[in-house]
C-alpha cells in the first residue's frame, strides 16, 4: 500500500496558489518523491520528483523538508484547467524498487 | 512521439467472453505497466515489465488475467473469462527502466462487462 498521507480534498480560488501537502515519512533516503495528477476521463500525467533539493518546472513546484518527510506542491497560478486529483508517491511503497503505487490523492478543485 | 497508445477506448462484452486489451509503449521507453481503476480500490497496480520480462505480477487478481509483451512495442492483457466486476478503466503506462523518471500513461480502456 502507498506509505504517503494527503488531504482527501482541498479548494483553491482561479489565480492563487494551490498548496498540495504530503507525508511521505518512511521513504528511504535514497529514494525520490513523485507528484502525478489525474484530470477527470484521463491518464494520470507526471507533473515533478524530487529527492532533496526544491524543484520547479513549467508546471509545478515542489518543497521537500529537510528531513524529507513530506513535501508540498504548489501550483503558482491555479487555473480551473488544474482541477483534478493530485498523487504523491513514494516508488518503494509497493514493497519493491520503482512500483509507482498510487493511493487515494488529493481532489484538487478550482474554483472561479 | 504519438504517446502511449491503448485500444480499444472503450470495449463492452458479454459475462463469460475472452477480452483483450492492447497497449503500444513510447518508442525506446523498456519498462511497461498496466494499472486497472475503479471508484472503489482506485488506481491500482496489475503487472510491470522490464525489457519485455515480467517483474512483478502481484497485482495480477486471478488466474483469469494474463498479461504478455512479446516484444518491445506492443503488450496485451487479457480477461478470460471476463465478469462483470472486472468492468473497470484499464491504464498503459511506459517508461525508462530508471529509478529518475517519469512514466507515461495511455489515455486509458473503459472496460463494462454485462
Known amino acids: 500500500d502507498a506509505k504517503t498521507t494527503q488531504p482527501t480534498s482541498m479548494d483553491c480560488a482561479e489565480g492563487r496558489a494551490a498548496n498540495l501537502p504530503c507525508n511521505h515519512s518512511t521513504i528511504s533516503g535514497n529514494e525520490y518523491v513523485y507528484w502525478y495528477r489525474q484530470i477527470h476521463s484521463q491518464g494520470p500525467q507526471y507533473i515533478i520528483h524530487?529527492?532533496?533539493n526544491n524543484e520547479t518546472n513549467e508546471m509545478a513546484s515542489l518543497i521537500i523538508t529537510e528531513d524529507r518527510k513530506s513535501s508540498t506542491l504548489i501550483l503558482p497560478h491555479a487555473t480551473l484547467r488544474d482541477t483534478a486529483v493530485y498523487y504523491c508517491?513514494?516508488?518503494?511503497?509497493?514493497?519493491?524498487?520503482?512500483?509507482?503505487?498510487f493511493g487515494k490523492g488529493t481532489l484538487l478543485t478550482v474554483n472561479p | 512521439d504519438a504517446g502511449v497508445i491503448q485500444s480499444p477506448r472503450h470495449e463492452v462484452t458479454e459475462m463469460g467472453q475472452e477480452v483483450t486489451l492492447r497497449c503500444k509503449p513510447i518508442s525506446g521507453h523498456n519498462s511497461l505497466f498496466w494499472y486497472r481503476q475503479t471508484m472503489m480500490r482506485g488506481l491500482e497496480l496489475l503487472i510491470y515489465?522490464?525489457?519485455?520480462?515480467?517483474?512483478?505480477d502481484s497485482g495480477m487478481p486471478e488466474d483469469r488475467f494474463s498479461a504478455k509483451m512479446p516484444n518491445a512495442s506492443f503488450s496485451t492483457l487479457k480477461i478470460q473469462p471476463s465478469e462483470p466486476r472486472d468492468s473497470a478503466v484499464y491504464f498503459c503506462?511506459?517508461?525508462?527502466?530508471?529509478?529518475?523518471?517519469?512514466?507515461?500513461f495511455g489515455q486509458g480502456t473503459r472496460l463494462t462487462v454485462v
Open positions: 515489465f522490464n525489457n519485455n520480462v515480467p517483474i512483478d
Open positions: 508517491i513514494d516508488p518503494n511503497s509497493g514493497g519493491s524498487n520503482y512500483k509507482l503505487t
Open positions: 524530487g529527492l532533496k
Open positions: 503506462a511506459s517508461s525508462l527502466w530508471h529509478r529518475n523518471t517519469e512514466a507515461f
